[in-house]
């Protein structure tokens, strides 16, 4: 008999042909519909392999007239049996499941495939005529062997099992065990892969997980995942506890901090009594767990904005020694430095441009500082605030609510102003204004304007001009007015807010 004769018998005999169609349809139908990295085939290749490896064993001993050709057939049954059990496995679990949203585990995946596959060796070899009973009993000792030495691994596979099939822990949970912290992306036989947000991935044994303390981050029966977060900061007692919270606490209600949920609402709590300090905790709801540390440093510099609005601080330490001594003259320096730059913002801004230098120093003193952070908002169309803000630097957005719907009508940068009614005349806000980068502005307040208009209440009238001028120029130009037309509407304009602003202010006309 030739080499091909009994190459065609053997294939014939254990449907090799058919296995072989089978595998390319599996591979095929793998790369083309699983997910990447969800069904790996190198095992079933290996299977595959030993299988017409066997095959072709058989062949060439059966051509050359030898009886161990038969000792050849039996395993490559066998390995054939097994590599079909792997690849209804992958089309199974890696291509229909997946299709019709049905997600199973891994760890037992393997499980079913491993059992599926011990079922088919072993009915080949039980068909084939080997003593199965006399094999097992024979081997009882090895196995006992084999088994106390693979303990540890047996416990991991049992540990890996247990896990799944109770769901304390799945993928996508964020864990912490011992110093451990991260996100599970796989749970196999052996161990639990664990992503650290340093970039690492932590691989710990089952059997560790089922006898350490595991804590779940973000999870509670029946509600949505997010995780309390606090950050801490020192406040001298010069500022009242409550002023202090008041302060913190609205600017976190009013933010809109991305990865913060808004319910429950950010608080603020007084968590200690120190020797020269209040030490404050603000608690927030962290959405996205990966970024604990990005989202707790925008609210640490959310804080530092809130108080420095105030013109309250963060604590310094009592025992801190200051070797530098201000003189006089250097103190003086720096407030004059200050003070140009106030001054430099007023001049640039086109409500005060023209001012004399006297009349910028003397708004100047009554400004004050107040920065904003990305995300935060301003000021609220409806408030009542009797003041306006002056942009230095930064961009922000100017947002008008209509019939329930908020857009966006304007973008103002460095040199602009806001809120200029709410100083002057008193109403309420007409828009809300969010700071779209970090912004600093500064504040200037009704009773800091009122001293200004009682050292020169002409001062009314030079504002109520160039606001004029600004409002009707835009109307104008919407509706395409004649000069004659312009020019009378803006007299009318200006003596309008001039009496405003006048009776705002209680000024004599």
Known sequence: MSFFDALAGEVQSARAHWLLLVFVVTVLAV???ARPGTVKLRALVFFM?????????????????????AQFQVPAVALGGVGACGMVGALVFGVLLPRVKVVVPKILQDVTVAIASLVVGLSVLSHAGVNLSGLIATSAVATAIIGFSLQDVIGNVAGG?????DTSLEVGDWVKVGDVSGKVTEIRWRYTAIETRNWETVLLPNTVLLKSQVTVLGRRAGQPSRWRRWVYFNVDYRFDPPDVIHCVTQALHAAKLERVSS????????MELGESYGRYAVRYWLTDFAADDPTDSEVRALIVSALARQGMRLSIPAHAIFVTEESKDREEEKLRKELDKRQRVLAQSELFKGLSPAELETLAKGLRFAPFRRGEVVTRQGAEAHWLYLVAEGQVAVKVADQGVEREVAQLGPNTFFGEMGLLTGEKRAATVVALTDVDCFRLEKDAFREALNHRPELAAHVAKVLAERRVGLEAAKENLSQAAALARKAMAEADLLGKIRGFFGLVA
């Open 31 to 33: 790369r083309a519909l």
């Open 49 to 69: 392999v030993l299988h017409w490896a066997c095959l072709l064993t058989a062949s060439v001993l059966q051509a050359a007239g030898s009886e161990l050709a």
């Open 161 to 165: 099992l247990a896990l799944q099939l």
């Open 263 to 270: 319910e429950p609402l950010p608080s603020v709590v007084l």
